[in-house]
């Protein structure tokens, strides 16, 4: 008897919930008329509203309307007319139809289905299922959630009244006072006001500024997005990298992997690992970074540097772009070095500055300062300033040397057409006999203003300007020390090679020079001795 007791004791500690957890649906009295009938052979009541609505309770749920048929014997309701649900103290629920199935907590509402969460959220659709259970509301043909901050629309879609969390599909359209996004699937924090990107997203701000995001999320509070494998673009840029996170208060954006940003406007783009951008219009690129630009030739001029700073304005006079330290350039018929480089769009020119020298063929030019003009998106003059020197090496491996105060360097078709030595001009020129190829002498001529004319990047014919002053000096009477300059320098050690510059293997390459690079390896000189007349 005491088992017997002790599990009849146990089976009743264990149902006392169930049994104070009423699980039936009440009709309240004096909340309506009540008519009974038989509808499709069902035992029904019909209720329908007096001087006030028609209620029905169900533990902490309460339902109005204007009329419904009370099934009592399956514990269902079907209510029409200004349908209204409170559940707790929290939600309410709005309709104009529901069916409600009080065994199971299914509540299907319908037209005009406005769900509220207190100080959450206000979900609008016209076709809404309602779990009590796990508190989860979802529609099938188009909603509508707004907060204090964000309008989201969906075909379709659910809401966890416990977590707050939303999620959209198909279709999804975002809107608050800074975004416009869209997408095919979104999630949604109605607390933190935080949008989860789970699908490909494409996103538009108040500038019309573009994005598109293959995940991320957005903190809509803070105004700041971190997103994965994402792509901008401004008014004269697009931005393409494995992350890019935006600070929209602070106007901080920080890309990171395989960083790609086009210049729509330069035919320009710049690769590298990481970039970070201030109020949208300054761009700091470093790490493995490097400048691709697309000639009119359909060569392409690759540059890199330590550090590469991008400067946007409306006014085209104040765009810059910067390349501090260690900068190198290539293209298949010029290279270059300097400390640092500057372009200016608004003369479309490249300043380059500390040490600089370029090669260009077999041609070596330095000056105190250089700059380049592109035109037509192709190398049309080179200027060197202060202490101007170019250097080419003949089949013979003698130095042809000219050197004066400034000099401009005019380029046809790409390729090094003419200089003109300004001021203080010298020249060296060895003269080497076209059927023999055996060395005849050397020119050593001083001119204020020299002409130079080249023809397939070497030296065609000289012109000297205003009282030249020369000698012409035999082989045999060459000595080492009379066939250089003052300050002559070659420095063909450091003519940068295209790996030396493309930091990214995966990017397409060109063709190197290699037939152009082979009279200026550093050992040649060594190697080679001159040609003297026998």
Excluded at 49 to 61: I, L, S, W, Y
Excluded at 144 to 165: E, M, P, Q
Excluded at 266 to 280: C, G, K, L, P, V
Excluded at 405 to 412: E, L, S
Aim: aromatic share 10%.
């Amino acid at each position: 008897m005491r088992i017997h007791g002790l599990i009849f004791g146990l089976l009743f500690i264990a149902i006392t919930p169930a049994i104070a957890q009423n699980t039936t649906v009440e009709l309240q009295k004096g909340a309506g008329r009540l008519i009974g009938g038989i509808k499709n052979g069902e035992r029904v009541e019909r209720v329908i509203k007096g001087e006030q609505q028609v209620k029905f309770v169900q533990n902490t749920t309460t339902i109005f309307c204007d009329s419904a048929w009370f099934f009592r014997s399956r514990n269902a309701v079907e209510a029409f007319g200004n349908v209204r649900i409170l559940e707790g103290d929290s939600i309410t629920i709005t309709a104009r139809q529901l069916q409600y199935d009080g065994n199971t907590k299914q509540a299907k509402l319908r037209n005009n289905v406005v769900f509220t969460k207190l100080a959450q959220a206000k979900l609008y659709t016209d076709f809404l299922d309602y779990d009590r259970i796990i508190n989860e509301a979802r529609y099938y043909n188009g909603g509508k959630l707004v907060d204090s901050i964000n309008t989201l629309v969906s075909r379709k879609g659910y809401y966890d009244a416990t977590t707050n969390f939303a999620s959209f599909k198909k279709d999804v359209k975002v809107t608050n006072p800074d975004y416009t996004m869209t997408s095919d699937s979104m999630r949604y924090n109605s607390t933190t006001k935080v949008i989860y990107f789970v699908a490909e997203t494409d996103v538009i701000d108040k500038d019309t500024n573009t994005f598109n995001y293959q995940s991320g999320i957005y903190n809509t509070i803070n105004r700041t997005f971190d997103s994965n494998n994402g792509i901008g673009r401004n008014r004269n840029y697009s931005v393409k990298a494995k992350k890019i996170s935006v600070d929209d208060i602070k106007k901080i954006s920080r890309a990171r992997g395989d960083v790609v940003m086009t210049s729509l406007e330069e035919n320009m783009t710049i690769y590298s690992q990481a970039a970070d951008t201030y109020n949208n219009n300054f761009a700091k690129i470093y790490d493995r970074a490097y400048v691709a630009k697309v000639t009119e030739e359909g060569d392409t001029l690759f540059m890199t540097a330590d550090t590469l700073v991008s400067i946007d304005d409306v006014d085209p006079a104040k765009k810059r772009l910067l390349a501090y330290h260690n900068v190198k350039i290539f293209k298949r018929d010029l290279q270059g070095k300097a400390d640092s480089l500057e372009y200016r769009s608004a003369d479309s020119t490249l300043y380059f500055y500390k040490n600089p020298v370029l090669w260009t063929d077999g041609n070596q030019m330095t000056a105190d300062s250089i700059s380049m003009l592109i035109e037509r998106n192709t190398i049309s003059k080179i200027f060197m300033n202060v202490n101007s020197f170019v250097i080419s090496k003949d089949t013979s491996e003698n130095f042809n040397q000219i050197k004066g105060r400034k000099m401009v360097a005019d380029f046809r078709a790409g390729k090094l057409s003419k200089v003109f030595v300004n001021g203080n001009g010298e020249s060296i020129y060895f003269a080497i006999d076209e059927k023999t190829g055996i060395l005849t002498g050397m020119n050593n001529v001083t001119c204020s203003n020299i002409i130079i004319k080249f023809k397939e990047g070497k030296v065609n014919s000289i012109s000297f300007i205003k009282l030249p002053d020369g000698n012409f000096i035999p082989p045999h009477e060459l000595e080492e020390e009379n066939t250089r300059l003052q300050d002559f320098k070659w420095r063909a050690e450091e003519r940068p090679l295209k790996k030396d510059v493309v930091k990214e293997e995966s990017q397409p390459e060109a063709a190197p020079a290699k037939a152009e690079l082979k009279n200026l390896t550093p050992d040649t000189e060594k190697k080679a001795p001159r040609k003297r007349a026998s």
